[in-house]
């Protein structure tokens, strides 16, 4: 770490140097103009104008690249916060329909991205999100509630064999998806510019590392609803035929999940360490459930008792993430001054 002496230049003013290397790379000048940001923990950041201008734009080479791979390489631009992305053949050639077809998948998995301009061998998508439309508590909090949506319907088609029902489950999971991109493309773009941060409901970049590990760990939850919908359509006509009984224990363990998952985000959110607490305590009250409904399974075959395994699975690993998201409220929560812990 390079360190700088600060300088007095008059009666109230102190000064210091920026380092030559970073202004270079920074194209700042004299008589340029910086903006300063006060953060947590003493921080204060100097932030270049070229950070300050959002219209980034990023060119993809469909010459060098397969057409899966450029739908991979939109969807990390599109993270990665870029305004404006082209993908392009160079020397005159055409895209084929592959790549086309893969732009166009891209686009309809990205919220707000759409194709502004085409020709034979270009085509420009913009993405017209802005980080003050929306706000990561609110974002977390949406997809904590299409997970728990998915979780409900899937358990329910589960206990009607209803293939329809688990069907609709199943087309929630690209909304989900959506969701959870967008708050990676929030959540780098804060990180890359702390004026950011503000928009998107922060009063610090501090708390970003934690989101994004909350953010996924909702993404997961919704891969766990999915694989229990997937479970119901596989059975197809062949329900599981599980008692009624069993069927009433799988309900109230979902229930609990569905409120850990809930007090997970909400502790996250609110910063409170009494509802990450709580989550931790239904943990606990439900951590031998899955073992509890398998042991009093009456006789099945095989192949239905695994299904059962499988759905049970997939409940306790969305309890697990609901507990290390209440884990990272934790670290939030105790990060100031509360009558649990006075920071000197």
Same mark, same amino acid.
């Given at each position: 770490?390079?360190?700088?002496?600060?300088?007095?230049?008059?009666?109230?003013?102190?000064?210091?140097?920026?380092?030559?290397?970073?202004?270079?790379?920074?194209?700042?000048?004299?008589?340029?103009?910086?903006?300063?940001?006060?953060?947590?923990?003493?921080?204060?950041?100097?932030?270049?104008?070229?950070?300050?201008?959002?219209?980034?734009?990023?060119?993809?080479?469909?010459?060098?690249?397969?057409?899966?791979?450029?739908?991979?390489?939109?969807?990390?631009?599109?993270?990665?916060?870029?305004?404006?992305?082209?993908?392009?053949?160079?020397?005159?050639?055409?895209?084929?329909?592959?790549?086309?077809?893969?732009?166009?998948?891209?686009?309809?998995?990205?919220?707000?991205?759409?194709?502004?301009?085409?020709?034979?061998?270009?085509?420009?998508?913009?993405?017209?999100?802005?980080?003050?439309?929306?706000?990561?508590?609110?974002?977390?909090?949406?997809?904590?509630?299409?997970?728990?949506?998915?979780?409900?319907?899937?358990?329910?088609?589960?206990?009607?064999?209803?293939?329809?029902?688990?069907?609709?489950?199943?087309?929630?999971?690209?909304?989900?998806?959506?969701?959870? =991109?967008? %708050?990676?493309?929030?959540?780098?773009? #804060?990180?890359? &510019?702390?004026?950011? *941060?503000?928009?998107?409901? @922060? $009063?610090?970049?501090?708390?970003?590392?934690?989101?994004?590990?909350?953010?996924?760990?909702?993404?997961?939850?919704?891969?766990?609803?999915?694989?229990?919908?997937?479970?119901?359509?596989?059975?197809?006509?062949?329900?599981?035929?599980?008692?009624?009984?069993?069927?009433?224990?799988?309900?109230?363990?979902?229930?609990?999940?569905?409120?850990?998952?809930?007090?997970?985000?909400?502790?996250?959110?609110?910063?409170?360490?009494?509802?990450?607490?709580?989550?931790?305590?239904?943990?606990?009250?439900?951590?031998?459930?899955?073992?509890?409904?398998?042991?009093?399974?009456?006789?099945?075959?095989?192949?239905?008792?695994?299904?059962?395994?499988?759905?049970? =699975?997939? %409940?306790?690993?969305?309890?697990?993430? #609901?507990?290390? &998201?209440?884990?990272? *409220?934790?670290?939030?929560? @105790? $990060?100031?001054?509360?009558?649990?812990?006075?920071?000197?």
């Amino acid at each position: 770490m390079e360190t700088r002496k600060v300088q007095r230049l008059g009666p109230s003013t102190l000064a210091m140097t920026l380092p030559a290397e970073w202004a270079k790379a920074q194209n700042v000048e004299k008589g340029d103009e910086v903006s300063l940001r006060t953060g947590g923990k003493g921080t204060l950041t100097v932030l270049p104008e070229s950070v300050q201008q959002e219209e980034s734009e990023a060119i993809i080479h469909a010459d060098e690249l397969e057409a899966d791979a450029i739908e991979r390489a939109i969807l990390a631009q599109y993270v990665l916060g870029r305004r404006v992305i082209q993908v392009e053949v160079k020397d005159g050639g055409t895209l084929n329909s592959g790549v086309i077809n893969a732009v166009y998948n891209a686009e309809t998995q990205l919220m707000g991205l759409g194709v502004i301009e085409e020709t034979p061998e270009r085509i420009a998508i913009r993405c017209s999100v802005d980080p003050e439309d929306f706000t990561l508590d609110n974002l977390l909090e949406r997809l904590e509630s299409t997970g728990s949506t998915m979780r409900n319907e899937a358990v329910k088609a589960l206990a009607h064999g209803n293939p329809d029902l688990a069907q609709r489950a199943l087309n929630r999971e690209r909304q989900a998806n959506k969701i959870f =991109v967008l %708050l990676l493309r929030l959540i780098f773009t #804060a990180y890359q &510019n702390p004026n950011l *941060a503000r928009a998107v409901g @922060l $009063d610090s970049g501090f708390p970003l590392i934690g989101y994004r590990t909350v953010a996924k760990n909702l993404e997961l939850t919704a891969d766990n609803a999915e694989d229990i919908a997937e479970i119901v359509i596989d059975a197809g006509e062949n329900t599981l035929d599980v008692d009624d009984a069993t069927l009433r224990e799988i309900r109230e363990f979902t229930d609990t999940v569905n409120e850990m998952t809930e007090l997970g985000v909400r502790s996250v959110v609110e910063r409170d360490y009494d509802l990450a607490l709580q989550t931790k305590k239904l943990f606990r009250d439900v951590e031998d459930s899955q073992t509890e409904i398998l042991t009093s399974l009456p006789e099945m075959d095989n192949d239905k008792l695994l299904q059962v395994r499988e759905v049970l =699975v997939a %409940l306790q690993q969305t309890a697990q993430y #609901a507990v290390r &998201n209440a884990e990272i *409220a934790t670290n939030l929560a @105790l $990060d100031t001054n509360s009558e649990y812990v006075t920071i000197t």
